[in-house]
């Protein structure tokens, strides 16, 4: 600074004023201003420090200290004081410029954060004469520096914390930075992802995926619209694992884009129970698709989500193409059987019932063949119905023989009956004639032996005793005509009794059916074979189950229910009831008796054949009036030979 005299102004005095000037500039300063000996005594301490400190230089002094050990002792934070003491030793030593932060102590106790830097002043010969230095309040930024440092660390343990992959990339594409879990997890370094000439690599993706996602990224870069890729990564320690990768741009207020970031996240396990899903699926609908039957599926209110391969081509169109079943209801189903089919389908479902029916639905070729179809709901856990589900199969070939079957069996009934009743006519005719004629005959001789004066006893006699003779030859034929019922034994095998009921029950359903009866049937499992003819059994439940069905014609109101049940009885038979609801016997005793009948059109023959026929199978036949309502008819056959214990 050169000091500029004033010539109206005594130099002393102007001297004065500059240096007063001066002075003022060092105390207000906005900064702690200080000059130390060469030796490192502190000499001066502007007037702002002076307030700071709450002393002066001269106020450390402390016999048998240095004042510059004193001031630091009384004014430097314990913890800096070494470190500050060794700087400025050395720079005393050296002559270089000293630089150092510490905390120093506020007059109020308080320490706070200061930069101070010192230069030394050299004479003419180069020796240093004074150490000027300067320090000022840095304690503001120190704590905003160290807030931020802190945040930047918790940022960082965030980043390595956060349990996916995070990376980010240049404007360009070039990756620059990924988390510690990428390296921990995959393996997978920074110089990794860079090619030798700087260039993005792809090399740790799956071949198969790597053009897909260079094209994705490629697009994203060049765009600046957010990347979405799904691929394989390579790991370090094992095989490939399926990642979705996002990445975003993070854009300068211009829009410019400044940096990528992207997170990229493991799916392997997602990717695999997906992949076993639709697998799953492909097999399901092949499966779906390759069952001999049709297989559908309705929503609750009738809408057509699935009909399976073999149901479009047997109807020659894809219901699902349908909105609603009801549009071609006319068109697949039986002109006789559309209305009861909608009917019975709209009823279940309405009421959730399950749907059980047969009916003839039209092939592509416009041929209809009969179908047994069956639908059941599926409800969810409230117990909603969510869907319908229906199959269908086709029973036109046995319902065609069923048909044949029974238009034989009932001619053959007809003609048995006929055939039976003309020859057992003819046979009791014959029979009988012979010993009634002679009886005739020897009645009126034994009349006229009577009537002879005087009447003839002896001869009267031995013609009473011809009559006897004559009607017990006439009982003898009674005896033979009732032993024509004895059916010839047949072959006998061993037979399932339920299976033969089954069956039986298949062949009335019709019947029953037409006349408004439901059979039920509780048959014992496990029931051991017995030794039967099976036709001569089926006939006698045939005919018992006509004659339930009769019995119940005339109820009116109330179930009609022919209930047919099988178990075991005793060790070595099995017994069958068929049990009815209908008016009961009005004669128990007579029902057995040959030509017995309460019906208009009936021949009273059939309960006595089915008791021949037990009987000849080693069985008993029984009747009973049931307690409430209706008949039980039962019977048992013995077990085959070898499964009685
Ligand atoms: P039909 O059936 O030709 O009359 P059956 O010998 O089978 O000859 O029956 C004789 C009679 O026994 C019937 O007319 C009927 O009165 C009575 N009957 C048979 N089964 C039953 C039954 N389940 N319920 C009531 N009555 C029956």
Not at 364 to 388: C, F, H, N, T
Not at 432 to 440: G, T, Y
Not at 557 to 565: K, N, V
Not at 601 to 609: E, F, S, V
Request: charged residues 30%; negative net charge; proline residues 4%.
């Amino acid at each position: 600074m050169q000091i500029k005299v004033d010539d109206h102004k005594p130099v002393e005095e102007t001297l004065r004023d500059r240096e007063w000037e001066l002075s003022q500039l060092v105390d207000l300063v906005p900064g702690h201003l200080w000059r130390l000996t060469p030796d490192g005594e502190p000499t001066f301490f502007n007037k702002r420090m002076v307030g700071f400190l709450g002393l002066d230089v001269a106020d450390a002094d402390r016999p048998g200290v240095s004042r510059l050990q004193a001031v630091i002792e009384a004014v430097i934070h314990p913890d800096d004081a070494a470190e500050f003491g060794e700087t400025l030793r050395c720079s005393l030593v050296t002559g270089k410029d000293f630089s150092i932060r510490y905390r120093l102590r506020r007059s109020d106790g308080v320490y706070r954060w200061m930069s101070s830097r010192a230069e030394p002043m050299r004479d003419q010969a180069g020796h240093i004469v004074q150490w000027y230095g300067l320090c000022h309040d840095i304690d503001d930024q120190v704590h905003a520096e160290e807030a931020l440092r802190r945040s930047e660390r918790q940022l960082q343990q965030l980043i390595d914390a956060v349990p996916a992959l995070i990376w980010c990339m240049t404007p360009e594409g070039i990756p620059c930075y990924l988390n510690k879990r990428v390296s921990d997890i995959t393996g997978i370094a920074l110089e990794d992802l860079i090619a030798p000439d700087g260039a993005r690599s792809l090399t740790v993706i799956h071949p198969d995926d790597r053009d897909a996602i260079d094209r994705a990224l490629a697009r994203s870069i060049e765009t600046g619209e957010p990347f979405v890729g799904r691929y394989r990564q390579c790991r370090s320690d094992g095989p490939h694992r399926w990642v979705e990768s996002r990445a975003e741009p993070l854009r300068d207020e211009a829009g410019n884009i400044l940096q990528w970031y992207g997170v990229s996240v493991d799916i392997h396990d997602l990717m695999t129970v997906q992949q076993t899903l639709r697998e799953r699926e492909r097999e399901l609908s092949l499966l779906v698709d390759m069952v001999p039957s049709n297989l559908w599926r309705l929503t609750p209110e009738g809408e057509t989500t699935l009909a399976n391969r073999h149901m479009a081509d047997f109807l020659g169109m894809d219901l699902e193409d349908k909105q609603q079943l009801s549009e071609v209801f006319d068109t697949i189903f039986h002109p006789d059987d559309v209305e009861t089919v909608w009917d019975g389908l709209a009823r279940c479902l309405r009421t959730g019932e399950r749907f059980s029916m047969k009916y003839r639905l039209r092939r592509a070729d416009g041929v209809y063949r009969w179908m047994s179809g069956r639908a059941a709901p599926l409800r969810d856990e409230s117990g909603r119905i969510v869907q319908w589900f229906g199959l269908c199969h086709d029973i036109d070939d046995q319902v065609h023989a069923e048909e044949a079957l029974r238009r034989t069996s009932d001619r053959l009934a007809q003609a048995t009956r006929a055939a039976s009743l003309a020859e057992l006519s003819a046979s009791i005719a014959h029979e009988v004639n012979q010993p009634l004629a002679a009886i005739v005959a020897n009645s009126h001789a034994c009349h006229r032996w009577l009537s002879a004066d005087p009447p003839n006893i002896d001869r009267a006699k031995i013609t009473a005793e011809r009559i006897t003779r004559d009607a017990n030859s006439a009982a003898d034929v009674v005896g033979r005509i009732r032993a024509l019922f004895r059916q010839t034994p047949h072959a006998r095998l061993p037979e399932d009794a339920n299976r033969l009921i089954s069956e039986v029950c298949r062949f009335m359903a019709d019947e029953t059916a037409a006349r408004r009866v439901r059979i039920k049937t509780n048959l014992e499992l496990g029931l051991p074979s017995a030794a039967l003819d099976r036709v001569q059994v089926q006939q006698v439940l045939v005919n018992l189950i006509r004659n339930g069905v009769d019995a119940m014609d005339t109820v009116v109101g109330g179930a009609r229910e022919l209930e047919i049940q099988s178990a075991r009885h005793g060790s070595d038979a099995i017994r069958i009831e068929v049990r009815d609801e209908g008016t009961g016997f009005e004669d128990v005793e007579r029902v057995f008796e040959p030509f017995f009948t309460t019906k208009q059109h009936g021949m009273g023959m059939g309960l006595a054949i089915c008791r021949s026929i037990v009987e000849s199978h080693g069985g008993r036949l029984w009747t009973a009036n049931n307690e409430t309502r209706g008949a039980t008819v039962a019977f048992t056959l013995p077990l085959e030979a070898s499964e009685a214990p």
